[in-house]
């Protein structure tokens, strides 16, 4: 074997082991999980003792925001496990473990495609908040909201158009 063929192979085994970078960062996202759940509960706690009193509008704003927290926290569970999969390693659950039935069917395209899907949603209800409460709001800003919002859905659409064409 050849010098320039050992250093190569010693290059390309360092890349590929190199994905292993990736895996603090995906149990960052665990800690970051973590921080949504304290935030979701914090909001719960100081918006129950209060549901007789506030009104319905104000009940609503609160679900969303309970909603979009969800929704984020769900994101981050699959960016997780997804790009965990896809870039590092499968994830070996032993079989008498409960295991999720999307897991390890998302490659990196439907990967976007959902994160994607996902912010357009949060971007859907926070738009949805600034129109319950649209004195609050400017003009101006209102505009920036709307403008902003079909913006993530144009960028959304064409990820998914593009994906559908490298697919076929």
Do not use: C
């Given at each position: ?59 609503i704003l609160k ?65 949805l908040k600034v ?38």
């Amino acid at each position: 074997m050849t010098l320039h063929k050992k250093i190569e192979q010693s290059l390309e085994r360092m890349m590929y082991a190199s994905r292993w970078i990736l895996a603090p960062i995906y149990f960052g996202l665990s800690l970051a999980l973590l921080a949504l759940s304290l935030k979701f509960f914090q909001e719960l706690y100081h918006f129950l003792p209060h549901i007789l009193e506030i009104t319905e509008e104000d009940t609503i704003l609160k679900l969303l925001t309970l909603i979009d927290l969800t929704l984020v926290a769900s994101l981050t569970v699959i960016v997780m496990f997804s790009g965990y999969e896809n870039f590092v390693s499968q994830m070996d659950i032993h079989h008498t473990a409960e295991k999720l039935e999307w897991l390890g069917t998302h490659d990196y395209g439907s990967l976007k495609i959902k994160v994607a899907a996902s912010i357009v949603a949060i971007s859907s209800i926070q738009l949805l908040k600034v129109f319950m409460n649209i004195n609050a709001a400017s003009n101006d800003k209102l505009m920036w909201y709307v403008l902003m919002h079909l913006t993530l859905v144009i960028s959304a659409l064409l990820l998914g158009y593009l994906d559908k064409l490298t697919k076929h």
